[in-house]
């Protein structure tokens, strides 16, 4: 499934007239970029690729977490702590100071409202294969 997103990603510089290109990502985004850059590696100059924190459970912890919640239309727990964890590298907001304690609860919202939860599902999935 993530390939076939990759190839099209691929198929995309010759259709944009991109002969060459840097790659910036972080988080899930480097784990895509590090497959585009594999699969076009003629037209990538190079790639900046950050992955900057990993958590205690882990991919595998997600994938579990993942299979068993997958028809859901709930944040899945381990999602929304990975996703917490990785933005502000806390699960909770107490130990957060005033101005980042707002963003935090906001962003927290967002997920649990605003955010395609298939969409996520399918994402974490991509990132912990």
């Known amino acids: 499934m993530h390939d076939n997103l990759i190839r099209t990603k691929c198929n995309l ?12 990502g972080e988080g899930s985004g480097a784990n895509l970029l590090a497959r585009v850059a594999i699969l076009c590696d003629n037209r990538v100059l190079g790639a900046l690729l950050i992955n900057g924190r990993c958590t205690p459970s882990g991919p595998l912890q997600l994938l579990r977490e993942k299979m ?3 028809k859901s239309n709930k944040l899945e727990p381990a999602t929304e702590k990975y996703l917490l964890e990785h933005r502000y590298s806390v699960i909770t907001e ?6 980042l304690k ?3 609860l906001l962003y927290k919202n967002n997920l649990n409202e605003r ?6 599902n399918l994402l974490t999935y991509s990132y912990a294969q």
Do not use: A, D, M
């Open 13 to 24: 510089f010759p259709h944009g007239r991109i002969s060459q290109t840097v790659l910036f």
């Open 94 to 99: 107490t130990c957060l100071s005033e101005p």
């Open 102 to 104: 707002s963003e935090f």
């Open 68 to 70: 068993r919640n997958w």
């Open 115 to 120: 955010v395609n939860i298939r969409n996520l």
